[in-house]
């Protein structure tokens, strides 16, 4: 359940703005605030498999969505990379052997990388 | 117009597959091989007036999708700042200071990206 939050809740981010308001509110219900069905059925007033209905219609939407244009995979891979990257400096500024001058080049490098994940 | 080919060509990689086939044909027609409007509407059969509202409509859903998810300058701020990076290392592996070890972690760095430009 905990790896499908974090895939639906990347797939929300990047095409959640595609689903109508009633669609969001629901993932948004069942995903960030945890509601359960039954919570939300009340909530809205509409019955428990109403709920359901609703955010697998909508769940099917951001998969295809992602099927079409692959982009949370593509973003994960420079994610990746650039933690990777973040890594390489981090390792190179802690040894004393760094230079003065390259040690200022790594610290810009990490400024933009902390920007990036801002 | 260049400026502007260059805007449409990172929509269209990005929210192309959305399209339909016969609008992604235009498209492509149009902004990668350079077909004149009256050269699309002769292959296609159609009148000319028919290819330019297709090709406003295409490029229409385009900027809508960009306008509700801004991907795709969400990824040129990413590839910008991956290209700073770039330069930084160029930069510390051409000073002859730069110790062994640490070159070498460059170059890990330098490979990541260069995979990631791939």
Redesign the interface.
Known sequence: MFEKIIAMSLLYD??G??LTIKQQEILEMYYNDNYTLAEIAKELGVSRQAVYDSIKKAEKILFD?ED??G?TTK?Q??NE??G??NK??E??LS?P???T??RK??M??KA??D??ND
């Open positions: 990047f095409y703005q595609l969505y079409k244009l982009l973003f891979e420079t990379a650039i990777k990257i390489f400096i390792q190179a040894e052997a760094t230079d001058s390259l080049e790594l810009e490098i933009i990388i920007k990036l």
